[in-house]
């Protein structure tokens, strides 16, 4: 008679080591103000952004506000600013939360991710002064140490400047990265009519792509990223946070000087030379506030409000807000997968449409008062000669 073999003894936890200090001791950085905050409404939830002045350091503000609105870090909605320090640390603590389990592993790959959290937590004060990134006109980013922090916390940092398959310069750029580019205009200088020849590909390329976004880097964008799903975008040394909803894609307006303007919370990115659009928490287009409207082009002369500028502002807000026949405005989408990142539902939408109609309607009545007034004076001097006249 067989004896039942015995069952194999559990298998032992990996062992497991301490995971890297807290960023308690991060060194104190005193050369920067902090960031202003403002709230905005995303999904049903109320969520604190972080505002960029004009010299703040966006890499680590894009980081942070994809971190909040993804509701993995939190900070309080009643705080008016927030100092560089505390989010550097709300950034360390989010790279050993998320990668804790795997750092603990006592084995070759846990100590090489604790080596990479130790040194990117390193870096994060230095983000004040800015962030050197490469981009490579595939559509990647030369890789450096400063992309650690983002790839420890999960967030992918995208571009939009490559060279589509049918330009010139593609054969010369390739995958290559800006800084090789630079480097080889300045040496092929020195060459014959080969590297001459060459220099001008890259320099028409480069002019004709200033702006650092071109439509085959809009397209990689859509089929790179999910739906609904958030990233840190780059174009023109500056880093903002970037989020792709139905088909299209939209920036988080983060400029300082509209921390007041509550109904416009997004810019959507379908134009390579900046004819963009902003839109409310609930992606509906919004125009600029009324006072912008009239510095671009809607007071007189003699410093009166445009009667016509207001009736066109009206008739185009009007036209933003139903699109052709009546429905939601539309736009031309390109190819994408789906997937699913963020969930909820919209938030309330604002009620803000009638209140400017009535305003632009009320400036418009004052108008023809005044122009009223002033036809009666012109009538009354005219009597007033005419009488003086006979007599």
């Not at 073999?5 to 497991?16: G, Q, R």
């Not at 640390?89 to 939360?97: H, I, T």
């Not at 230095?126 to 450096?144: H, P, Q, S």
């Not at 207001?310 to 031309?332: C, D, K, R």
Request: charged share 20%; aromatic share 6%.
């Amino acid at each position: 008679m067989s004896t039942p073999s015995s069952p194999p003894p559990p298998t032992a936890a990996p062992p497991t080591v301490a995971l890297p200090p807290p960023p308690a001791t991060l060194q104190r950085v005193q050369s920067f103000d902090g960031f202003k905050v403002k709230t905005i409404d995303f999904f049903g939830r109320k969520v604190p952004v972080l505002l960029q002045n004009e010299f703040g350091p966006c890499a680590i503000l894009a980081l942070v506000n994809v971190l909040l609105l993804r509701n993995v870090i939190h900070l309080s909605t009643d705080h008016g600013s927030v100092s560089l320090e505390t989010v550097i640390s709300l950034v360390a603590n989010r790279m050993l939360e998320a990668n804790a389990e795997r750092a603990r592993v006592a084995d070759e790959d846990g100590a090489h991710l604790r080596k990479n959290l130790e040194d990117a937590i390193s870096l994060l004060p230095k983000m004040e002064a800015g962030l050197d990134v490469n981009v490579r006109f595939d559509g990647r980013f030369e890789y450096t140490d400063c992309l650690a922090v983002f790839d420890l916390c999960d967030v992918s940092i995208v571009h939009g400047w490559t060279c589509g398959a049918d330009e010139p310069a593609r054969d010369v750029l390739g995958g290559r990265g800006y800084n090789e580019i630079v480097h080889e205009l300045v040496d092929d200088t020195k060459g014959g009519a080969e590297n001459l020849a060459r220099t001008t590909v890259i320099e028409d390329f480069l002019h004709d792509t200033a702006s650092q976004l071109t439509y085959d880097g809009l397209a990689g964008l859509h089929s790179t990223l999910r739906d609904r799903e958030l990233a840190v975008f780059y174009r023109n040394m500056h880093f903002s946070t970037l989020f792709k909803k139905d088909d299209k894609l939209f920036v988080l307006v983060t400029d300082l000087g509209y921390q007041h303007e509550f109904t416009i919370v997004w810019d959507t990115l379908d134009d390579v030379n900046g004819d963009t659009q902003f839109v409310t928490a609930d992606f509906r287009p919004q125009h600029a506030p009324l006072s912008q409207q009239l510095h671009l082009g809607g007071v007189t002369d003699d410093g009166k409000i445009d009667p016509d500028f207001l009736v066109a502002l009206q008739l185009q807000h009007e036209q933003q807000s139903t699109g052709p026949g009546g429905g939601a405005g539309q736009q031309q989408q390109l190819p994408t997968v789906v997937a699913r990142e963020v969930s909820g539902l919209f938030a309330d939408q604002r009620q803000e449409d009638a209140d400017y109609r009535a305003a632009l309607q009320l400036q418009l009545q004052l108008d023809d008062q005044q122009q009223a007034q002033q036809q009666q004076q012109q009538q009354l001097q005219q009597q007033q000669q005419h009488t003086t006249t006979n007599n």
